[in-house]
């Protein structure tokens, strides 16, 4: 996004918060030491006189599972393999049975962990197979007495089962976990560790760090402008009580607190966004985030004055909220989820917003399109004169990961799903704990190819920030993997590699990365399934959260899809796709890309989809039974004229395109914007393209002529008046058909 028009009248300005001046810019202070990470065991033998270490590794993590029966469906063959020691895989009440697990290659195979619940067996073998039917024996077990126990094998294969034979109990066969350890041998690359510490540009302070508001300050001064830059910061806050705090959040900065829950970290001030830096507009405040904090603002709001991809998670504001820039200038629109607003939020300017699984004491008005689903306080839908879209609940909901402190150990909370869900998740925080040492912490430097090690070794990943270049795509194969990223870390394909590829498997957690399109043009900047997935994730879907495309801007970049989802389920919660409208390397085919965001899979569910500015179809969704809660758009400002997006006798590429083929599809609160100021003759034929079938339903959609470059003839298909002339008044249809 760039200047937007704001034709709204607008009360005098708030009293501004005082702001401390800021200082020269110095490198951020290094990150405090975290718990160290595995240390692999000694040699447990020779192989051909080159001596192989059995890895502390779980190779069997979140591997895809499968057994000779289950009890019910609470108790999964995956339960065993999920890294959890709260569920677990039972069986039949017969002999024998059996769970498996597809290590995804052949293994040297070493050593076999399991904990069996009180239904264990006397009597099992632990064997591995090359391909799934053949069988050999690795190691045969008599007169087992349950409980945890670690067996010694040796052998290889890509799938290791456990074949119970004799029950202890009338029961059938109960495991909580299995984990399986792989060989590396001592000529070999060894083995990727987890845990350590979280380099030099995560600033870990507490409430008695020396000078703490001059450390805010300096790294403000260096970011507060630096938009295309590669300056990426992290300020964690261990909980306490901070008093007299501004904390000014600039370009690739993030500010979260380190508590389980928000109240844990208290600010007595201010965690601030403004404008200053672009003459009062905030329509480019990009890239920054604020998480899992309390603050009670200093002058009784606290303003959080941003644009696109600049999510506000998990905080409790003990006061209201000002969402516009000092002077009530033009803004662009964000995202608030799981935050509790104690008293009034004013978005003033802000043009498009939504707000997910919060609460407030009130909000004051709107411009064009305000969402809101499962907010308590939230105003009631009234789009037909206004500009409200409101749910009860958010259908399907999960939050977002996050880094905290337990006693002086750092681990990542991983929330759990959530069902129509409405209001904040904590303090009940249902989910789960990880430790760092299950984590490859990832430093500017890493190569893909170590990266993809980590992976393979079953550790998740945790992205301090930087800027990663990548040689080859970084492969997401193990269910439950959590991908987070701190300080907007971004990747970076190069070489027309694709940045990212996760597999059809459940719950993968991707969260607070940034990719940006290298020079060479990629195919797919990040793929979620691959073509053809089938299975069903509705119990535990992958979850995409703040990750943002960048297609130029920062320098030329090229890419054919940004973002392509074909596994079933996928929540996508929050994203910015965003083809450059400005910056370097910026030209209607300098940095083309022809789709932001393509799906296939179905029961795909988008809460907060931002997606602007792409040279064929923003959204083209192609699965059954979608649904999108909230969509932004723009469409590209640089076509150069008519004839360069006329397709099927077409002006125009919808916004927003469901295929033909669809029979079942839903959305609610959809604005599309058109700014042709290449050639402001553009009618663009509508903002959206449906088939006309009783499963597709449109809710409060919009389109806009943004100072009357360019217009559209209709909303959606060939429903809805024209926009006309310079007024930048939206056209709507309230629902459709």
Sequence with gaps: MRLRFMGVALAAAAALIALPATQSPVAAAAGTPLSQGRTPTSPSG?????????????????????????????????????????????????????????????????????????????????????????????????????????????????????YGTVRSTGYGYSLWEVAVHTESSGGGTPPVQGGGDLGPNVIVVDPSTPNLQQRFDQVFAQQESNQFGAGRYQFLLKPGTYNGINAQI????????????????????DITVDAGWFNGNATQNFWRSAENLAIRPSHGDDRWAVAQAAPFRRIHVQGGLNLAPNGYGWASGGYIADSKIDGTVGPYSQQQWYTRDSSVGGWTNGVWNMTFTGVQ????????????TTLDTTPVSREKPFLYLDGSTYKVFVPAKR???????????????????????????????????????????????????????IDVTRANTVVLG?????????????????????????????????????????????????????ANPTTVQDVFVRIGGAGPGLATNSVVVNSNNVVIDHTWLWRADHGSGVGWNTNRADYGLWVNGNDV?????????????????????????????EKAYDVPNAAAITHDGIVGYAAYKVADTVNTHEAWGLGSYCNFTADPTIVQA???????????????ILVISLGGKGQYAHVVNNTGAPTSGTSTVPSKVVQFP
């Design 46 to 162: 020779q192989s051909a006189g080159v001596a192989a270490a059995c890895g502390t590794g779980n190779a069997a993590l979140g591997k895809p599972a499968s057994a000779s029966s289950t009890e019910n469906a609470g108790t999964p063959a995956s339960a065993a393999f999920d890294g959890d020691p709260g569920t677990r895989w039972s069986s039949a009440f017969s002999d024998p049975q059996w769970v498996q697990v597809d290590l995804g290659s052949v293994q040297n195979l070493c050593k076999v962990d399991l904990t069996w619940e009180t239904a264990y067996a006397k009597e099992f073998q632990i064997q591995a197979s090359a391909n799934g039917q053949s069988w050999t024996t690795l190691r045969s077990v008599t007169g087992a007495t349950g409980g945890t126990a670690s067996y010694d094998v040796s052998g290889s294969g890509r799938y290791l089962r456990v």
């Design 686 to 700: 509508h903002g959206f393209q449906v088939p006309v079938k009783s499963g597709i339903k449109l809710h409060d």
């Design 377 to 388: 306080g939230a105003p009631a839908t009234d789009f037909a004169t206004g500009s409200y």
């Design 419 to 473: 069902t129509n869900a409405r209001g904040v998740s904590w303090p009940a925080n249902a989910g789960s704990s990880l430790p760092l040492d299950q984590f490859y912490v990832v430093k500017p430097g890493a190569t893909a190819a170590t990266i993809n090690q980590a992976l393979s070794q079953g550790l998740n990943l945790l992205f301090t920030p930087g800027v990663y270049h990548l040689d080859r795509t």
């Design 605 to 633: 569910l988008a809460t907060g989809l931002f997606v602007e500015h792409y040279n064929k179809y923003d959204v083209y969704w192609n699965g059954e039974r979608g649904r999108t809660i909230f969509f932004q758009n």
């Design 486 to 538: 701190l300080g907007l870390a971004t990747l970076v394909p190069d070489n027309g590699v694709d940045a990212m590829h996760v597999a059809d498997v459940d719950g993968v957690r991707l969260a607070g990365f940034l990719i940006d399109a290298g020079t060479v043009n990629s195919d797919t900047l990040l793929r979620v399934g691959q073509p053809g997935s089938s299975a069903d994730h509705s």
């Design 250 to 269: 600039g370009f690739y900065t993030s500010i979260s607190g380190l508590g389980l829950n928000p109240d844990d970290t208290q600010i007595n001030g």
